[in-house]
């Protein structure tokens, strides 16, 4: 599947911050250089899902805030359900 993202760079933590219309919102605290942030959102996103980093591929927004991501064979209903149950919760 593939999955629209929106990456916060310089946050102070890794964390999905949940949907934001039709994209999800990923945050790192790692700086946008040399590949480090992007580094950040596959492992980020990859712990989020529950899947291996190696299943995480950007395929498109390299050097963009707005990526493209495939997350291997999940479905939208899978992706759904497992961002839901890692998304940060109010007060806490």
């Given amino acids: 599947m593939r999955l629209s993202l929106t990456v916060v760079t310089k946050?102070?933590?890794n964390a999905v911050a949940?949907?934001?219309g039709d994209?999800?919102?990923v945050c790192v605290a790692a700086a946008p250089e040399r590949g480090k942030a992007n580094a950040a959102v596959i492992?980020?996103?990859a712990?989020?899902?529950?899947v291996s980093?190696?299943?995480v591929r950007i395929v498109s927004?390299?050097?963009s805030r707005r990526k493209i991501v495939d997350?291997?064979?999940?479905?939208?209903?899978?992706?759904?359900?497992?961002l839901a149950g890692s998304a940060p919760r109010a007060g806490t």
Avoid: F, I, Y
């Fill in 11 to 13: 946050s102070s933590r």
């Fill in 47 to 50: 712990r989020a899902l529950g």
């Fill in 53 to 55: 980093r190696d299943q």
């Fill in 71 to 82: 997350v291997g064979d999940l479905e939208e209903r899978e992706v759904r359900e497992r």
């Fill in 43 to 45: 492992d980020t996103l």
């Fill in 23 to 25: 994209s999800v919102k």
């Fill in 18 to 20: 949940g949907w934001v």
């Fill in 61 to 63: 927004g390299q050097r």
